[in-house]
């Protein structure tokens, strides 16, 4: 599965591919191989160094080294071959024990300052479990008794009023009940408290121009009532939303050209950026960015930010959200787009940072004129 990955396919279609042509592993093989690929491929530079070689044999030879369980090695039955002369392996250095790609370091670097080293090392462990609780249909209390009751155990994430951290049986969520009838949604610590910090209002008009799966449009839709629309680039993505609002009890209204039913009180703009901030869901994304691609992604950003500047009502909001720690993403991003439109103001720019829990977050929020909002 790794050489697989590693010569250029994505991960998460090769495993699906992989356990369709491999009937004969269970549901907890499965699960086993799927989450050793991803700590392979979180720490890929380290692993390699360890394992003596950058395949999927190295990594989980360098894995195995890691975790002081090298002795799995030992081709007895199933197990792989004994480490061969050219597989001594020796430890990661600077950036490798860091998995930080070289090129990427300088622009980290700047952007987290002295808290590069501990974010990047946490970056390198899975991602804790998040739920968003409905709010429109009931508390965390009675949200955590449901999950209870089908083993599922939850405890209250601090400073964020919707979020509950999964601490066990969390693979059995999909199928419990609360998620079935829309009482919760995986979704982000940090995705969660960034809809928290948008400015909304009763009866607002919103907009969530880049809305994805539409996490964030449900997870406004819960915090109070809202003429809601959703709009995506590629409208592939939005095909569950529909099931998904229903579940919810929301009304979402999806579009194809906002542009026609503007103004918006309210538009977010969650763009297409890095995903350095959530590389530990998502750790292809790290080894997969190219310094072309990330211009491709900050000039795509500026591009949607001047698309929907216009479509926001004159004492309407634009915010503008990325999961990127890069200042070229976040910061340098909004002084540019002030610089383009000098009638614009910046009141709010908050980060997220994945060393309180969640993944890292960007949030801007733009308006016409003078600044309405306090810089924290």
């Known amino acids: 599965m790794l050489d697989w990955i590693l010569a250029g396919h994505p ?44 395949s999927g044999r190295g990594l989980m030879l360098g894995l195995a080294r ?51 080293a501990p974010v990047m090392q946490v970056l390198q462990r899975r991602a804790p479990v998040f739920l968003r609780v409905n709010l429109a249909k009931g508390g965390l209390l009675a949200a955590q008794a449901s999950l209870a009751g089908e083993a599922i155990t939850t405890e209250p994430a601090a400073g964020v009023r919707t979020a509950l951290q999964v601490t066990g049986n969390a693979r059995k969520i999909k199928d419990s009940a609360a998620y079935g009838q829309g009482f919760v949604e995986l979704q982000d610590l940090s995705s969660q408290d960034l809809c928290l910090a948008l400015p909304l209002s009763p009866g607002a008009r919103v907009l969530d121009y880049c809305a994805g799966g539409g996490g ?62 959530s590389w530990r869901r998502d750790p292809s994304g790290k080894w997969a960015l190219t310094p072309q691609r990330l211009a491709d992604l900050t000039a795509t950003q500026a591009a949607i930010l001047d698309t929907a500047a216009p479509m926001v009502a004159p004492q309407g909001v634009l915010a503008y959200a990325t999961c990127s720690l890069l200042a070229e993403e976040n910061e340098a991003q909004i002084a540019a787009f002030l610089t383009r439109h000098p009638l614009w103001s910046c009141g709010l720019q908050r980060r997220w940072s994945p060393l309180t829990g969640g993944d890292g977050f960007f949030l801007a929020v733009l308006t016409q004129g003078p600044a309405q909002l306090t810089q924290p």
């Open 11 to 54: 991960a998460e279609p090769s495993l699906t591919t992989w356990a369709r042509g491999h009937r004969f592993a269970g549901s907890a093989d499965r699960h086993a191989i799927r989450d050793l690929v991803y700590d392979a491929l979180r720490c890929q530079r380290s692993f390699a160094a360890l394992g003596g070689g950058h």
């Open 66 to 116: 890691s975790r002081g369980q090298e002795a799995l090695f030992d081709g007895t039955g199933h197990a792989p071959a004994p480490p061969g002369s050219d597989e001594a392996g020796r430890p990661p250095e600077g950036m490798e024990a860091l998995d930080c790609p070289d090129w990427l370091a300088p622009a980290l670097q700047a952007a987290l300052g002295p808290e590069f």
């Open 216 to 277: 964030k449009t449900l997870a406004m839709a819960a915090l109070m009532p809202l003429r809601l629309y959703a709009h995506d680039a590629a409208p592939q993505r939005l095909k569950d939303l529909t099931v998904r609002a229903d579940r919810a009890g929301a009304t979402v209204t999806l579009t194809g050209k906002p542009q026609t039913i503007a103004p918006f009180d309210l538009i977010l703009t969650d763009v297409p950026c890095s995903g350095s901030g």
